[in-house]
């Protein structure tokens, strides 16, 4: 497999969330105390974007900060990523526990415990990823499995050949 998957860019995945999960999205990034040097570069574009000091926008409240972030016109792919982390990771601890389960990962409330994984085989994530589909909306499954890619393709690579990865992505959201 190949260093960039072949599913959408996380910002392609972020700008077709549904107003909502996007909304959630950007709540868990700026409460997300690992996600420094995306913050700082979310802050840089929405200071540019409203030509505003970065301390002043560092300084706003969380619901302004959100919504300024919403409003930037395009975010960086690394932005997009932790984006997407952290919205799984406030909003889809289930999901991600009950794939781990399938899998036979330990974790902890969805968090891998093994900094060290190997690639699981194909069979176990092809029916780990039967299971998901029969108990999640196939867009949330297919969103994770995007993430996952674009988080550790290495690891997860045997996902891009899924059924579940494209089966229904996010519709695009008109602006």
Partial sequence: MSDTPATPR???LFKRLPPDRRLRAAEAFWQDENAG????DATAAIAQRIRFRLK???????????RQLLALPAVSEAVAVRLLVAYHLD???AMMGRFLDALG????????????LTAPPADRLRAAAETLASSFPADEVSLYFSTLLWQDSETWGGLADLPQLSESSPAPQRS
């Fill in 105 to 116: 990962i330990a974790h902890e409330n969805g968090l891998i415990a093994d900094e060290n």
């Fill in 10 to 12: 996380p910002s392609h």
């Fill in 37 to 40: 040097v995306e913050q700082a």
């Fill in 56 to 66: 002043s926008v560092h300084a706003m409240p969380l619901d302004k900060k959100v």
């Fill in 91 to 93: 909003h889809q601890r």
